[in-house]
């Protein structure tokens, strides 16, 4: 099993990203997909989840709006895009896997996580 994050980067205060995690999980097709991410002294947080197809998604209120969570279940990745980037973003972000349907928002219901990707948000 391996989930690899890519994409983070250093940008100012109101650009955007968009980062990438491709997964081998065994069981992707009934696997929900979840970026957390931590800053520095912070605990791991919620970031975005999203179901099976795709069509059911769940976001952090401090991200609603700004950031999309998507799946491609052929390439069996799934993204964030982040607009309107503000510098309390800045953390390392990373993507989770859980067997299931429900979209959890605590990270001990997540089994396979990535390595994290560093997102910097200058002011």
């Known amino acids: 099993v391996q989930l690899q994050a890519s994409g983070g980067g250093l940008v100012q205060a109101g650009d955007s990203l968009r980062l990438s995690c491709a997964a081998s999980?065994?069981?992707?097709?009934?696997?929900?997909m979840a970026w957390f991410r931590q800053g520095p002294g912070d605990e791991r947080e919620f970031v975005a989840a999203?179901?099976?197809?795709?069509?059911?998604?769940s976001y952090a209120d401090s991200v609603e709006g700004r950031f999309t969570i998507s799946r491609d279940n052929a390439k069996k990745t799934v993204y964030l895009a982040m607009n309107s980037l503000k510098p309390e973003d800045t953390a390392l972000y990373y993507c989770?896997?859980?067997?299931?349907?429900?979209?959890?928002?605590?990270?001990?219901?997540?089994?396979?996580w990535g390595q994290g990707t560093l997102v910097t948000v200058s002011s």
């Open positions: 989770a896997a859980r067997q299931g349907g429900s979209l959890q928002i605590s990270a001990q219901r997540y089994t396979y």
């Open positions: 999980v065994p069981t992707w097709s009934t696997s929900v």
């Open positions: 999203v179901g099976w197809k795709g069509e059911r998604t």
